[in-house]
């Protein structure tokens, strides 16, 4: 697109001031948003032909009453956490206007995530008076949404022509994503729904993780037990233990039980040590152990683990 020359001068002067404010609206954002766990933020100033073409349309009496000036996005997994970004943001950047917050047509599945217009925060604009008059957009939209829209905004929104099966088929895609976001939102609630069926090999390690709560502090667990599970797993169906009879083992051998230095993982592969070793190390033949001092102390026989089975630290 060409440009005329006295916009592009116009343009460039202002360029400077346009990266210092995108340079502290995304330090902002990333500082007051964290909590949110935003998948990614991003934050861009306008470039000269988009900008030119908006004050073409005549909606603009100056370059700075456009309103994404300098536009930012925050992506986030669930659409509550977007919103409560939103209202922090509110809070930092004050609000020129709320776009989109209100509840749309049920029929209406345009592009209509909620965006703020804004400005920067006083206290900076009194250490930077010159970024007086930006003004900013931020939008905040969830994971899926934000796919799509990168997906099609290019070819949708700015392409050569107009497609009705384009913009049809971006309503379709748009309706999907919002009921996508909804059960993402509450995958938990939605999946129980009915009663579980029997699965052997989820039955097994779900009797794994009881009999870890059952023998073990809960402060002493990891958050991810199914991780926990699998790996316990392993050396379990090697050394020929059962959940219930890993319980009873953990009851007899208190001082591995009890040991402080050990995790549970630790106290599992103890366990098998003490009671199934040769089992244990003969069945295990493609598998690597790790092997703390900590194990070696409290469990000597930890020590017979060959050298070609250990993971080095």
Same mark, same amino acid.
């Given at each position: ?50 900008? +030119? ?17 300098i536009a930012a996005r925050g992506v986030f ?46 206290? +900076? ?17 969830? +994971? ?54 029997? +699965?052997?090999? &989820? ?12 023998? &073990? ?31 009873? &083992? ?38 690597? &152990? ?24």
């Amino acid at each position: 697109m060409l440009l005329p020359g006295s916009f592009k001068t116009a343009y460039e002067a202002i360029i400077p001031d346009l990266e210092q404010g995108v340079e502290y609206v995304r330090s902002r954002l990333h500082a007051e948003l964290a909590e949110f766990r935003p998948v990614v933020i991003q934050v861009r100033r306008k470039e000269a032909e988009s900008l +030119y073409a908006k004050l073409q349309k005549g909606e603009a009496a100056s370059i700075f009453d456009v309103e994404d000036l300098i536009a930012a996005r925050g992506v986030f997994l669930h659409t509550a956490e977007a919103q409560n970004a939103m209202t922090t943001a509110e809070r930092v950047f004050p609000p020129i206007e709320a776009k989109n917050v209100e509840a749309g047509k049920p029929t209406d599945f345009r592009y209509q995530q909620p965006h703020l217009i804004c400005r920067l925060p006083n206290d +900076y604009l009194a250490r930077h008076p010159n970024l007086t008059q930006l003004k900013i957009e931020v939008q905040f939209t969830t +994971y899926v949404q934000h796919a799509l829209q990168e997906s099609t905004h290019d070819v949708i929104y700015k392409g050569q022509r107009f497609s009705w099966r384009e913009h049809r088929l971006d309503g379709r895609l748009r309706g999907l994503l919002e009921i996508v976001d909804d059960v993402l939102a509450n995958v938990s609630s939605v999946a129980n729904i009915g009663d579980e069926p029997n +699965y052997e090999l &989820f039955d097994a390690r779900n009797r794994i993780i009881e009999a870890a709560r059952e023998s &073990f502090a809960d402060s002493s667990l990891p958050d991810d037990m199914r991780r926990f599970a699998i790996t316990v797993e392993g050396i379990l169906q090697a050394a020929e233990i059962s959940p219930a009879e890993l319980v009873e &083992f953990m009851n007899r051998h208190a001082d591995i039980a009890q040991a402080f230095s050990l995790t549970p993982v630790d106290k599992v592969l103890g366990i098998a040590l003490r009671e199934r070793r040769e089992k244990l190390l003969s069945r295990s033949k493609r598998r690597l &152990f790790l092997v703390t001092p900590e194990l070696e102390t409290v469990v000597p026989e930890a020590k017979t683990i060959p050298a070609g089975q250990r993971v080095k630290v």
